[in-house]
């Protein structure tokens, strides 16, 4: 049975830093192309950062320079690493395989002083 399962979300101000994890089972995200999503209130789904099978990441042009996803394959966790975070970060942010399509449950990032 597949699972993704986020943590990490929480208030914090702006130019704070999060670190959100993804927790895979049932599946390798070694060999899996993996990705972050975020949907803000009343906006579409959006994408975050991905990073493919060999490792290439890609970034949405709103977030380069201050998110970093990577892949622990040891603990099958994919991570986003975000720093100067800013009021428009806010959002629910999503785990997704995308060799599947498959989809965690969210968790809530607010940045707000």
């Known amino acids: 049975q597949v699972q993704l399962v986020e943590s990490g979300g929480d208030l914090v101000q ?3 830093s999060l ?3 993804c927790a ?19 906006k579409e789904r959006e994408l975050v950062a991905r990073i493919s099978q060999l490792g290439a990441t890609g970034y949405a042009d709103s977030v380069k320079g201050r ?4 892949r622990d394959n040891a ?17 629910v942010y999503y785990c ?12 809530q990032v607010t940045v707000s002083s």
């Open 24 to 42: 895979a089972s049932g599946i390798n995200v070694r060999v899996h192309a993996m990705a972050w999503y975020r949907q803000a209130p009343g």
């Open 19 to 21: 670190r959100l994890s």
């Open 14 to 16: 702006p130019g704070g």
């Open 96 to 107: 997704n395989d995308l060799t599947i399509n498959y989809w965690g449950q969210g968790t």
């Open 67 to 70: 998110f970093t996803i990577a």
């Open 75 to 91: 603990k099958s966790t994919v991570y986003l690493q975000m720093n100067s975070l800013k009021p428009e970060d806010t959002a």
